[in-house]
């Protein structure tokens, strides 16, 4: 990502200690200054980081299928500053070392497959420190909230694409701040998520029925509707199928789709800097719902 003029910024900013441990976001050079900001928040709970979607789709596949660099060039063409979150960088290594071998650089070829592995119980065994303000994937995404969009970022429009176990962590983040995700977050795109409600606010349902779609791996056609499940129920958004079963090949997959989504958000939700009020006049011109979309024909059914 640096290559591509990508900044980044470790955090906590504030008193932290030269020899302190520190968690970091990526920035491009307009984030903070860009109308349409979109935030990218990976797997939580997983090996993976940021810039990956999946770690074996990177080695055994490529970064085209694994990692975010086309979204990342789709967001430069349409001109979105980004914010590339890293929701699992929690601890740091004593002396910022991490154990030798831990993970291992050796490669094993297996009938052309290349594996990476990992010594697993050495990493759970070795003395690790804590990370302050990113102790948790939550506590991460709460203070890059805060403390990078909310304070900072000029952004009057706000896209998230969240990617498995992450669609749970921005869940929670529309919980603890419903208010801002109202005002100015237009769309998310949950891949893959599992993410489910209980004993939310009716804002929270509201907001995940309007503004949101959830991806999933399936046989079914690229864009057609899952029909109620148990997922589909406590997801609360709509739930379509990515067009593929494979997981690992999900987020590339959908990747037009994902876009087309966000614009069809942003027709209805976006808002002018000067004003920050929703565009009344394409609410009723545009699309709400993803099923209304796919309708009309703007998403791939399919093909």
């Known amino acids: 990502m640096r290559t591509m003029g990508y900044k980044e910024v470790i955090f906590p900013m504030k008193n932290r200690l030269p020899d302190q441990p520190g968690a970091n976001v990526f920035l491009s050079s307009d984030a903070l200054d860009a109308e349409t900001l979109m935030v990218i928040i990976n797997d939580c709970g997983h090996p993976v980081q940021a810039g990956e979607w999946s770690r074996n789709s990177c080695i055994n596949g490529s970064l085209k299928t694994g990692s975010i660099l086309p979204y990342l060039d789709k967001a430069k063409e349409k001109k979105f500053g980004v914010i590339v979150t890293n929701p699992n960088k929690n601890y740091a290594y004593l002396d910022n070392k991490p154990p030798s071998r831990t993970r291992s650089e050796l490669m094993m070829i297996n009938n052309n497959t290349r594996m990476l592995y990992y010594n697993v119980e050495k990493e759970k065994s070795y003395p690790k420190i804590p990370i302050k303000k990113s102790e948790t994937p939550q506590a991460h995404l709460q203070y890059v909230w805060k403390h990078f969009i909310d304070k900072r ?20 983040l529309l919980r603890d701040n419903i208010d801002s995700f109202n005002n100015r977050v237009c769309a998310i795109a949950f891949l893959g998520s599992a993410h489910y409600t209980w004993d939310d606010s009716s804002r929270v349902i509201e907001f995940l029925g309007n503004r949101c779609v959830n991806f999933v791996s399936s046989v079914e056609p690229l864009g057609t509707t899952i029909p109620d499940t148990e997922l589909t129920k406590v997801s609360v958004c709509p739930v379509v199928s990515g067009g593929t079963p494979q997981g690992e090949l999900l987020c590339s997959t959908v990747f037009e789709s994902v876009f087309t989504f966000i614009s069809d958000k942003l027709n209805v939700y976006s808002k002018t800097e000067e004003t920050h009020e929703f565009n009344e006049n394409q609410v009723f011109e545009s699309s709400s719902t993803f099923n209304e979309m796919k309708s009309v024909g703007t998403v791939p059914n399919g093909e």
Do not use: D, E, M, P
């Not at 000029?154 to 921005?170: D, L, M, R």
């Open 153 to 172: 970022a000029k952004a009057s429009n706000i896209v998230i694409i969240a990617h498995a176990g992450g669609g749970c962590c921005t869940l929670q």
